[in-house]
Antibody, heavy 122, light 109 residues
Framework: EVQLVESGGGLIQPGGSLRLSCAASGFTVSSQYMSWVRQAPGKGLEWVSIIYSDNSGGSTYYVDSVKGRFTISRDNSKNTVYLQMNSLRAEDTAMYYC?????????????WGQGTLVTVSS | EIVLTQSPGTLSLSPGERATLSCRASQSVSSNNLAWYQQKPGQAPRLLIYGASSRATGIPDRFSGSGSGTDFTLTISRLEPEDFAVYYCQQYGSSPPWTFGQGTKVEIK
């Protein structure tokens, strides 16, 4: 069974840093495209970052608003994906979800973690 | 970056009615890589449609997607009580960022 469990969120002052973790089970993170999506309180979904599978070169991408501040990475030995967030701003306050698609030859399914809440405030 | 605009913002309908949701892209979506998600309060989103028209695993056939290029539609043929939620489109064509629309809320009339 595929499961994603996020952790690492919390209350942090502006300018601070946090590292979010997404521990995966039921599949290997190195073989899938792993994404982070966030949702500010009462707002819509915002795609944040992705790391491609090893087979696709492991490339990483970011939404413009976090480029240079956030870094996505993975530890294959721990089957975990990370989002290092530096220079945090009030507008980074959101629930952060880790997500992955699992596609067979006939269909796709998505999996999401329960989310971890990041609050940036003084 | 491709901007997705969803309309209407809110759709007020009764159970059993047909819902038609629109998603318009600021430029053509590569390979029609357009997905639809459903989100209920306090829950993570759930994938409904990918590739503009393919239903995700376990999704009932009352949900259907259509469209190509810059104009896409999600149709719910007959609304069930559990379908009242917020719906988002997302494009995942070519290189990221893979943007979301702002959402359409389907509420009970």
């Amino acid at each position: 069974e595929v499961q994603l469990v996020e952790s690492g969120g919390g209350l942090i002052q502006p300018g601070g840093s946090l590292r979010l973790s997404c521990a995966a089970s039921g599949f290997t993170v190195s073989s899938q495209y792993m994404s982070w999506v966030r949702q500010a309180p009462g707002k819509g979904l915002e795609w944040v970052s992705i790391i491609y599978s090893d087979n696709s070169g492991g490339s990483t991408y970011y939404v413009d608003s976090v480029k240079g501040r956030f870094t996505i990475s993975r530890d294959n030995s721990k089957n975990t994906v990370y989002l290092q967030m530096n220079s945090l701003r009030a507008e980074d306050t959101a629930m952060y979800y880790c997500t992955v698609w699992d596609c067979s030859s006939t269909s796709c399914a998505d999996y999401w973690g329960q989310g971890t809440l990041v609050t940036v405030s003084s | 970056e491709i901007v997705l605009t969803q309309s209407p913002g809110t759709l007020s309908l009764s159970p059993g009615e047909r819902a038609t949701l629109s998603c318009r892209a600021s430029q053509s979506v590569s390979s029609n890589n357009l997905a639809w998600y459903q989100q209920k309060p306090g829950q993570a989103p759930r994938l409904l449609i990918y590739g503009a028209s393919s239903r995700a695993t376990g999704i009932p056939d009352r949900f259907s997607g259509s469209g190509s290029g810059t104009d896409f539609t999600l149709t719910i043929s007959r609304l069930e009580p559990e379908d009242f939620a917020v719906y988002y489109c997302q494009q995942y064509g070519s290189s990221p960022p893979w943007t979301f629309g702002q959402g359409t809320k389907v509420e009970i009339k």
